[in-house]
């Protein structure tokens, strides 16, 4: 961290699928219905002990479509970060794109707008990041951005493996889950350059 004179390393999260558990309606639309996978929450705090910045940038295509709104998109990620600070674990930004796919935004992944969007409002390079998802549309927008991405098996990870390593996208590596990456790359920010 920048007071103890290491580098800072943004870490930039996809949201379903790496924190959470998807929900079988395919939205998280009510605060009540978010769940953390196993080891996330953990992870978060393995992440912030080793000097990372946290945010999270995630589609929720669910408000475009009129299946939720914005107020309720707020409560979720509200809750999140409330259960998140409970064990001492915070986030820098949080930012979604409320878009649906047919919108033509900038920032919908695999678009880098809203990963571009972070990284200036939190004053980070890109080769000064790092992004966590599950799925192409993640690691097409950090390859977008300027930014190292690594890939977890859980949500769609599993399913997308063979082509996100046929193009190369998983720059940092794959790992089963966000508790697995947060224990390999913290050692990696801890010894090796470009990590911090």
């Known amino acids: 961290?920048?007071?103890?004179?290491?580098?800072?390393?943004?870490?930039?999260?996809?949201?379903d699928g790496v924190l959470n558990a998807e929900s079988p309606e395919r939205y998280v639309r009510r605060p009540a219905q978010w769940r953390w996978l196993p080891g996330s929450l953990v992870a978060l705090g393995v992440f912030q002990e080793a000097g990372w910045r946290l945010a999270v940038a995630t589609n929720q295509s669910g408000v475009g479509r009129g299946l939720m709104t914005g107020a309720a998109l707020d409560?979720?990620?509200?809750?999140?970060s409330a259960e998140a600070a409970a064990r001492g674990v915070h986030f820098a930004a949080i930012r979604a794109c409320p878009h649906a796919p047919w919108a033509g935004c900038t920032c919908r992944k695999p678009r880098p707008g809203?990963?571009?969007g972070l990284l200036d409002l939190l004053g980070e390079r890109p080769e000064a990041a790092l992004l966590i998802g599950d799925a192409i549309r993640d690691l097409t927008a950090a390859r977008a951005a300027g930014v190292r991405a690594a890939l977890v098996r859980?949500?769609?990870?599993?399913?997308?493996?063979?082509?996100?390593?046929q193009q190369g996208l998983a720059t940092a590596g794959v790992f089963d889950d966000l508790l697995a990456a947060s224990r390999?790359?913290?050692v990696a920010r801890r010894g090796a350059p470009g990590f911090g």
């Open 154 to 165: 859980t949500g769609k990870g599993a399913t997308c493996e063979p082509e996100a390593r």
């Open 1 to 15: 961290m920048r007071g103890q004179g290491r580098l800072t390393v943004l870490l930039i999260l996809d949201r």
């Open 75 to 80: 409560a979720v990620h509200a809750r999140m």
């Open 184 to 186: 390999a790359l913290a």
């Open 114 to 116: 809203l990963l571009l």
